[in-house]
């Protein structure tokens, strides 16, 4: 079996399998390279040579032991009929189809499939043209994140035009969140069914949320999407990843009955693998260790690798790799957790 699925089924390895989020990306030159010959960034992602071709490229240099499809959280809001774009050096935007966000002017989930084959496509080459031994994670964006960035048209920094419209417009920010909840279902079954096999969840903005909310918009869709995905595809293990949940951390994994929990930097290995010690837990480097490099970095890497031995785990960082990172601190990071 190959290692991160080993360790996502429960076993401990030693060495844990690594890989880390966003390391298909700006601080790889040949990354750079390929998303020039693509034009915009969403040319990349829908153009699945180019996209399956940038997700290699990790895997080629470092051997990581899985490789995530490239793409993008957004593409979900923009296959139901919101306008995407990428303004250059800013970052997304989004836009409803008319000139106010109005529910009733997203297309039905079932239509999402026109915008999103070539992801699909992306995930079959993969599947075919991974080495043997490196795992195939599809994933998505949480409802809660996605309908922050469809609540405000881009990233904000406290997310507060979703959380004014969840209090002005409770019934009208649910409904949002179960045409999201739904498509994203819907999307990560599809790639499963192209080659994925492990998918994760991503929400990024969970720990802007109060308890109360948390629970309704965090917790509870993300529970209807692992419940849906086992029930379609039984055999294949869910991530989730509720950043900045703090304690939260331990009530969404029992709630939501993930295969294994992805931790961001802020959260204590120790405290994570007593809270709970049967579930597979994945992390939580932080992601500033890959620009400064030096001893910080590798014992950094050998302690939570020490921390965690004996425990199904996954050696990953708190959050993405920034464009500011060195390659060769990859490099000196892998020599860190294998030796």
């Known amino acids: 079996m190959k ?18 989020m966003r390391q298909a990306g700006r601080y790889l030159p040949e990354y750079r390279a390929t998303r020039s010959r693509a034009g915009g960034f969403l040319d990349l992602c829908y153009t699945p040579e180019l996209a399956e071709e940038v997700t290699l490229q990790p895997i080629r240099r470092f051997g990581f032991d899985a490789a995530i499809l490239f793409a993008d959280i957004l593409l979900v809001p923009q296959a139901l009929g919101m306008k995407l774009w990428f303004a250059e050096g800013e970052g997304p935007r989004l836009a409803w189809p008319g000139d106010a966000p ?24 993969l599947s075919a043209s991974l080495p043997a031994e490196t795992a195939l994670i599809g994933f998505a964006g949480a409802p809660w994140t996605v309908a922050t960035y469809m609540a405000a048209g881009r990233g904000t920094p406290d997310q507060g035009p979703a959380r004014l419209w969840m209090y002005r417009d409770p019934a009208g920010f649910e409904r949002l969140i179960n045409i999201v909840t739904e ?20 929400d990024s903005w969970a720990g802007t949320l109060a308890p109360e909310p948390f629970e309704a918009y965090s917790v509870a869709p993300m529970r209807r999407i692992v419940a849906a995905l086992k029930a379609r595809h039984p055999v294949v293990p869910v991530i989730g990843f509720p950043r900045g949940a703090g304690p939260g951390y331990v009530g969404f994994a029992e709630a939501t009955g993930v295969d294994a929990l992805a931790l961001d930097h802020t959260v204590p290995l120790d405290w994570a693998r007593k809270a709970l010690p049967k579930l597979a837990l994945q992390g939580n480097l932080d992601p500033v260790l890959m620009v400064t490099g030096g001893d910080a970095l590798t014992q950094a890497a050998r302690r939570m690798v020490a921390g965690m031995a004996g425990h199904p785990y996954v050696f990953n960082l708190g959050h993405g790799i920034t464009p500011d990172a060195d390659p060769a601190h990859v490099d000196q990071l892998l020599r860190a957790i294998r030796g």
């Open 102 to 125: 109005d529910i009733r002017a997203l297309k039905p989930v079932d239509e999402i499939d026109e915008t999103l084959a070539p992801v699909y496509e992306t995930v079959r080459r």
């Open 183 to 202: 498509a994203t279902i819907h999307y990560l079954s599809r790639q499963i069914e192209a080659g994925a096999e492990v998918v994760k969840v991503f």
């Open 3 to 20: 290692r991160l699925l080993s360790v996502l089924k429960g076993d401990a390895l030693s060495p844990p399998p690594v890989w880390l």
